[in-house]
Every structure is written in structure tokens, then in C-alpha cells.
């Protein structure tokens, strides 16, 4: 009886532990910014950039052609309030940058040329196939007006990965919101 009993209530605690862990939600943090010569304010293309938080590697991106990068992250993923930035380039230092949580969007990543070229090119190759070769090196959010419409049948629920918030495939449709980003509810 006593084993019943044990079991039970061992079986009962996994199963709200469980529940517990899968409705964490978080607030989605948008990480985005340039990178620049430091002297010249030129942009700088297809920079390599891993995102830390504490010593856990959060992702590695690159910025696009125009040197913009943009990386979405939720914040339940996340173990502290600050962010780390390496960035990595044939002929510029590899520097770090420490950022903020709430503070880093149209960030401005100013990076230093080196002068005696410590990283090297071959490096860099192969840091960027390793880690980020069949990533779009264009990652903003699309400038493009969805063709989805309101239907009158389209009850289905969706919820958003990051925040939990619940919304109608109407609701979507209407505020023309990124259906990646949603995950629907049976």
C-alpha cells in the first residue's frame, strides 16, 4: 500500500513538473544592428557574429551583404540580463561587445582593422563553414504584406513560441503577423 502511495505521488509530480517547464513563456528580444570600420563608418558584409549569454553560446549569424545583422531570441533561453557580441573578420580584430538585454536592437558594432592581420583568412573560412555556411545571410524581418485572409471558418488557435500568447488564425491573418513564429494548437 505504502509503495502504491509513493508511486503515485511520484507519478503526480513528474506530471506537473513536466507541464510546468512546457508553459514557461518568454518575451521575444530582437538583436539587431551594423557592423562598421571604426574610422572609415564603412559597413562591413558578411561579418561573423556568435551571441553569448554567460558562457552558453546563444547563436552565430552573420550580417548580410549591407552589413546589417538581425537575430530573434527568446528570452526564456536565456540565463542572464546581459549579452556578449564576438565578431570575427579577415583583417580586424576579433573584439567583444557586452550588451544589455533591453538594449539591443539597431546596435552599432564598430570594428577595429588590424593592423598586423591576426586573423586569418583561412580562420575565417573556416569558422564561417563550421558554423554558419547554409544560414540566408539576409535575416531581417520581411517587409512583405502576407496574402492571408480572414475567413469565416479559421477558429483554429495558434500559439507563439516564445511569448505563449494565444491567437486565431483571423487574428493573425488581420494583424499580418509571421506564421513561423506561431505554432497551432490541436
Not at 43 to 57: D, K
Amino acid at each position: 500500500m505504502k509503495n502504491s502511495i509513493v508511486i503515485i505521488i511520484l507519478t503526480l509530480t513528474a506530471l506537473f513538473s513536466k507541464g510546468q517547464v512546457a508553459d514557461e513563456v518568454g518575451k521575444l528580444i530582437e538583436i539587431s544592428g551594423w557592423t562598421i570600420d571604426k574610422n572609415t563608418n564603412d559597413t562591413l558584409a558578411l561579418v561573423a557574429i556568435e551571441v553569448f549569454n554567460g558562457s552558453n553560446r546563444v547563436d552565430v549569424i552573420k550580417s548580410d551583404l549591407f552589413g546589417y545583422f538581425y537575430l530573434p531570441v527568446c528570452s526564456s533561453n536565456l540565463k542572464n540580463d546581459s549579452l556578449t557580441i564576438k565578431v570575427l573578420y579577415p583583417n580586424y580584430l576579433n573584439e567583444f561587445f557586452i550588451f544589455h538585454v533591453e538594449s539591443v536592437t539597431n546596435l552599432t558594432i564598430e570594428m577595429t582593422m588590424d593592423v598586423t592581420s591576426k586573423v586569418d583568412k583561412a580562420v575565417y573560412r573556416d569558422f564561417y563553414s563550421a558554423n554558419i555556411m547554409y544560414r540566408c545571410a539576409d535575416l531581417r524581418p520581411p517587409e512583405w504584406k502576407p496574402n492571408l485572409k480572414p475567413t469565416k471558418r479559421a477558429k483554429k488557435k495558434y500559439k507563439h513560441y516564445c511569448t505563449g500568447e494565444i491567437k486565431t488564425y483571423n487574428d493573425l491573418a488581420i494583424g499580418e503577423y509571421d506564421f513561423n513564429d506561431w505554432i497551432e494548437i490541436k
